[in-house]
């Protein structure tokens, strides 16, 4: 049994387990209370139960188990015959490497914010899948993104717990010398000194930056504390550890890659160290910026213009004059390469643009975000049409399975033999959605939205307790209260998301009269589920909060909608297999992509959202329900109406109707061709593995 329990343990050393749903099960069979209590982090768990005990809880079909996931691991880990070194075995010789500012992979891994970091997260599962060699490049944040709690109000608060190392599937980075690797980088006058994690995901690595060790002084140490926290001047030398670092790193690690992408602005700061290189190595100014610009690519995430980091020449002057000087680079020569209009030398210095100038190719992130990138970016290129604007796109997607619930998983093996292959083509999907009763479909369906549920009502007794702790009504009970909620047979919607103000949250609740009356139709009524985060600083998105947390608490509402605290990928997970239908209202065309939505396919979910992002691309009229058309108007206040009027009438009039028209086995037959409709047309293509084939042959591969 010593044998199992170091199987079990190297299992916990790659986030593989992650999305292998069997891996997943043991943990969970070895203390069901603690594997919540511990945030689903294996290796914590483990730091919990003894060698002894684990031995003798793999004395049963446990420990065969296990042994069957390791098997299944270090096969994985071993494939040779990879998509990649069947149609790219240029990306097999040398990695791709792939900056992001953040990597959501896993709930228990917290170095996310939301949906760049899920992508970037879904993106390196599916790089690792497909054999692509991938080397992705973020920091280490000891505190991570917040944990949000709200107040008796609905005032979100937000606490920032630690996470150690030590309980991270993380290792340090050590070089020949067998002693930690530590990379510099300059930031104004002071050398600033970082360290790396290695963190395993598949067959993809991670590595970590660290500026949280003594040799740093201690302003300089909290750079690695918390994603997107702290003013600009904290930004400037985050991207500058995460560009400039991150080429050292890999330099120091004798990585040659095959190509860099930058995953956002944030990391454009790479471009710099590249370029210097090529100067001190004797290039020719014109010559080295070619050749940087032939190995880095660039993806662009945000139409939103506060999404874009800007930094005052000052702040670039005062960050940048020692490294310039260091490498022979001229100050307004630097500015220039930030600049959106050229022809003013003290703007503001622009990490996209210095990105889009620096990169052989660059993308939006859907075909609806590409136009708008073009438009928004046109004046850089100078050119007569949008169409001559260098910048395409590639339309996000999310990895599978790891969005398939354990449920979700075991049900379509029943009909095939993996996820993979009901999303590899629609031929392929509806071949095995032909083989799959409305019955057996129905039953997903219930019994998903009873699993979501089931864990609302956990999640709310201990969300509404501490609630209560800040209240001065000591008669709010709150496991009554939780207990009371919601129910499987009625339908279910959800919202989550970050609380950005142009997602337009609280918009269901425009007409409180019209939603009481859906809501509580005596035969057809609705219930909603709400979650997401405002940024700490976003006073206008946390009102959002408020004004929802106050509306679900009105006796009309109360117990049919609800707000689950603190959304993170966990939470993601559960709501998007839980819900009946996905519900997206972003001011058009703010949204570049979106993928929640993407996720709630495979569970047998179906999307209703204003056309933006990834939806017009997607949208057949038999695969989900859209907001509108499309229109646009000038004025918000407009806007707003007229999206809630639409919101409302296909409410009323196709999604609830359709979904409680039942045949004589009290089957809803219509909405479960609309949901194999769903499966057959959007699972199929809004997917990572997709997408990633795309970025490697489209944009990793430089075959010309
Ligand atoms: C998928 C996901 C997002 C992104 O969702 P959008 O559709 O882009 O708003 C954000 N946060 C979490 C936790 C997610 O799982």
């Given at each position: 049994?010593?044998?199992?329990?170091?199987?079990?343990?190297?299992?916990?050393?790659?986030?593989?387990?992650?999305?292998?749903?069997?891996?997943?099960?043991?943990?969970?069979?070895?203390?069901?209370?603690?594997?919540?209590?511990?945030?689903?982090?294996?290796?914590?768990?483990?730091?919990?139960?003894?060698?002894?005990?684990?031995?003798?809880?793999?004395?049963?079909?446990?420990?065969?188990?296990?042994?069957?996931?390791?098997?299944?691991?270090?096969?994985?880990?071993?494939?040779?015959?990879?998509?990649?070194?069947?149609?790219?075995?240029?990306?097999?010789?040398?990695?791709?490497?792939?900056?992001?500012?953040?990597?959501?992979?896993h709930e228990s891994v917290r170095i996310y914010s939301g949906g760049l970091g899920v992508l970037a997260g879904d993106h390196i599962k599916s790089a690792s899948d497909l054999g692509i060699n991938f080397v992705g490049v973020t920091l280490f944040y000891k505190e991570g993104y917040f944990r949000q709690y709200l107040n008796h109000d609905g005032w979100q608060l937000e606490d920032?717990?630690?996470?150690?190392?030590?309980?991270?599937?993380?290792?340090?980075?050590?070089?020949?010398?067998?002693?930690?690797?530590?990379?510099?980088?300059?930031?104004?006058?002071?050398?600033?000194?970082?360290?790396?994690?290695?963190?395993?995901?598949?067959?993809?690595?991670?590595?970590?930056?660290?500026?949280?060790?003594?040799?740093?002084?201690?302003?300089?140490?909290?750079?690695?504390?918390?994603?997107?926290?702290?003013?600009?001047?904290?930004?400037?030398?985050?991207?500058?550890?995460?560009?400039?670092?991150?080429?050292?790193?890999?330099?120091?690690?004798?990585?040659?890659?095959?190509?860099?992408?930058?995953?956002?602005?944030?990391?454009?700061?790479?471009?710099?160290?590249?370029?210097?290189?090529?100067?001190?190595?004797?290039?020719?100014?014109?010559?080295?910026?070619?050749?940087?610009?032939?190995?880095?690519?660039?993806?662009?995430?945000?139409?939103?213009?506060?999404?874009?980091?800007?930094?005052?020449?000052?702040?670039?002057?005062?960050?940048?004059?020692?490294?310039?000087?260091?490498?022979?680079?001229?100050?307004?020569?630097?500015?220039?390469?930030?600049?959106?209009?050229?022809?003013?030398?003290?703007?503001?210095?622009?990490?996209?643009?210095?990105?889009?100038?620096?990169?052989?190719?660059?993308?939006g992130v859907s075909k609806l975000h590409g136009e708008v990138s073009r438009q928004m970016w046109k004046t850089l290129y100078g050119v007569e049409s949008e169409a001559d604007v260098p910048i395409g796109h590639i339309t996000n997607g999310v990895h599978a399975q790891s969005w398939a619930t354990p449920t979700t998983d075991r049900f379509w093996r029943r009909f095939t033999d993996?996820?993979?292959?009901?999303?590899?083509?629609?031929?392929?999907?509806?071949?095995?959605?032909?083989?799959?009763?409305?019955?057996?479909?129905?039953?997903?369906?219930?019994?998903?939205?009873?699993?979501?549920?089931?864990?609302?009502?956990?999640?709310?007794?201990?969300?509404?307790?501490?609630?209560?702790?800040?209240?001065?009504?000591?008669?709010?009970?709150?496991?009554?209260?939780?207990?009371?909620?919601?129910?499987?047979?009625?339908?279910?919607?959800?919202?989550?998301?970050?609380?950005?103000?142009?997602?337009?949250?609280?918009?269901?609740?425009?007409?409180?009269?019209?939603?009481?009356?859906?809501?509580?139709?005596?035969?057809?009524?609705?219930?909603?589920?709400?979650?997401?985060?405002?940024?700490?600083?976003?006073?206008?998105?946390?009102?959002?909060?408020?004004?929802?947390?106050?509306?679900?608490?009105?006796?009309?509402?109360?117990?049919?909608?609800?707000?689950?605290?603190?959304y993170n990928l966990g939470v993601a997970k559960r709501m998007v297999s839980g819900v009946d239908v996905w519900l997206n209202n972003p001011v058009r065309p703010m949204e570049a992509s979106g993928t929640s939505g993407e996720k709630t396919v495979l569970n047998g979910g179906l999307n209703f959202s204003v056309l933006d992002g990834w939806w017009p691309e997607a949208y057949n009229?038999?695969?989900?329900?859209?907001?509108?058309?499309?229109?646009?108007?000038?004025?918000?206040?407009?806007?707003?109406?007229?999206?809630?009027?639409?919101?409302?009438?296909?409410?009323?009039?196709?999604?609830?109707?359709?979904?409680?028209?039942?045949?004589?086995?009290?089957?809803?037959?219509?909405?479960?061709?609309?949901?194999?409709?769903?499966?057959?047309?959007?699972?199929?293509?809004?997917?990572?593995?997709?997408?990633?084939?795309?970025?490697?042959?489209?944009?990793?591969?430089?075959?010309?």
């Open positions: 049994m010593r044998k199992t329990v170091s199987s079990c343990k190297e299992i916990t050393r790659n986030l593989w387990w992650s999305w292998d749903t069997e891996a997943k099960e043991i943990f969970r069979e070895l203390s069901p209370i603690l594997w919540e209590r511990v945030n689903h982090n294996p290796v914590e768990l483990l730091r919990h139960i003894s060698n002894d005990e684990l031995q003798a809880r793999f004395q049963c079909t446990l420990g065969e188990k296990t042994e069957r996931v390791a098997a299944r691991f270090r096969s994985y880990m071993a494939e040779t015959d990879t998509w990649a070194a069947r149609n790219t075995p240029e990306l097999v010789k040398n990695p791709v490497a792939y900056f992001c500012a953040e990597f959501g992979i920032y717990p630690l996470q150690y190392p030590e309980c991270l599937p993380i290792e340090k980075v050590t070089g020949p010398d067998g002693k930690d690797l530590i990379i510099s980088v300059s930031i104004a006058q002071s050398e600033v000194f970082a360290q790396a994690w290695r963190l395993k995901v598949g067959r993809a690595t991670l590595y970590l930056l660290d500026t949280n060790i003594p040799a740093n002084e201690s302003h300089y140490r909290d750079i690695c504390c918390r994603v997107y926290g702290g003013d600009q001047n904290m930004r400037i030398n985050q991207e500058i550890v995460l560009g400039i670092g991150g080429v050292r790193l890999l330099d120091a690690l004798g990585i040659t890659p095959a190509v860099y992408h930058m995953n956002e602005g944030h990391s454009a700061f790479l471009t710099l160290e590249l370029l210097s290189k090529e100067l001190a190595a004797g290039t020719p100014m014109e010559d080295a910026r070619q050749k940087v610009r032939s190995r880095c690519v660039f993806t662009t995430h945000t139409p939103v213009p506060a999404g874009h980091d800007r930094f005052s020449r000052d702040m670039m002057h005062y960050t940048f004059d020692h490294y310039l000087s260091q490498n022979g680079i001229d100050f307004d020569d630097l500015m220039l390469l930030g600049a959106e209009d050229r022809s003013n030398p003290y703007g503001l210095f622009t990490m996209t643009v210095l990105a889009l100038n620096f990169s052989r190719a660059a993308n993996s996820l993979d292959t009901l999303t590899g083509s629609q031929k392929a999907a509806e071949e095995i959605l032909s083989r799959v009763p409305d019955e057996d479909l129905w039953c997903l369906r219930f019994h998903l939205k009873r699993n979501l549920i089931d864990f609302i009502h956990r999640y709310l007794a201990n969300q509404l307790f501490h609630q209560h702790t800040y209240s001065m009504y000591p008669e709010y009970d709150s496991s009554r209260l939780a207990k009371n909620t919601l129910s499987p047979d009625v339908l279910t919607i959800g919202f989550a998301r970050r609380f950005a103000t142009y997602k337009r949250a609280p918009l269901v609740f425009r007409d409180l009269d019209r939603l009481n009356r859906i809501i509580n139709h005596p035969t057809m009524p609705v219930q909603i589920v709400f979650a997401g985060k405002a940024h700490p600083h976003d006073d206008a998105g946390k009102e959002y909060i408020r004004q929802i947390v106050e509306h679900s608490r009105r006796p009309q509402f109360a117990g049919k909608t609800i707000f689950l605290e603190n009229g038999e695969n989900g329900w859209s907001i509108g058309n499309g229109e646009m108007f000038e004025n918000h206040e407009d806007q707003d109406r007229f999206d809630a009027e639409k919101l409302y009438d296909v409410l009323e009039h196709q999604i609830i109707p359709t979904f409680y028209e039942r045949d004589e086995n009290n089957l809803p037959v219509k909405w479960l061709r609309k949901v194999r409709n769903a499966i057959a047309t959007i699972a199929t293509v809004y997917n990572t593995h997709r997408m990633v084939k795309e970025y490697a042959v489209k944009y990793y591969l430089n075959r010309d």
